[in-house]
């Protein structure tokens, strides 16, 4: 089983960029799907994005489509959430999951990540 590490949040700016990582241990990491969530305060968690095990497809939520790109470098282990045109409404802590397979429900989950839009 992987676990999972993310890191690259911060404090931004409307507007601003930010690139998530989620790094990953384990020898079996690209075999994998890989998704990204958040959590804002006050409300439930909810889908960001996701990539293939492959990195082939990849799925955002209609709220971040053209704006956020997933993508993974499966010889590094790692999953990224690049993150463009933030709006406060982006405010969360972002997590990152791996699947084993379709239908699988995600898990294992890494601790996640502060991102904070000012206005």
């Known amino acids: 089983q992987v676990q999972l590490v993310e890191s690259g949040g911060g404090l931004v700016q409307t507007g601003g960029s930010l690139r998530l990582s989620c790094a990953a241990s384990?020898?079996?990491?690209?075999?994998?799907?890989m998704g990204w969530f958040r959590q804002a305060p006050g409300k439930e968690r909810e889908f960001v994005a996701r990539?293939?095990?492959?990195?082939?497809?990849?799925y955002y939520a209609d709220f971040v489509k053209g704006r956020f790109t997933v993508a993974r470098d499966n010889a590094k282990n790692t999953v990224y959430l690049q993150m463009n045109s933030l709006k406060p409404d982006d405010t969360a802590v972002y997590y990152c999951?791996?699947?084993?397979?379709?239908?699988?429900?995600?898990?294992?989950w890494g601790q996640g990540t502060q991102v904070t839009v000012s206005s």
């Open positions: 990539i293939t095990w492959s990195g082939g497809n990849t």
């Open positions: 999951a791996a699947r084993a397979g379709p239908g699988i429900p995600f898990g294992p």
């Open positions: 384990g020898r079996t990491f690209s075999t994998y799907a």
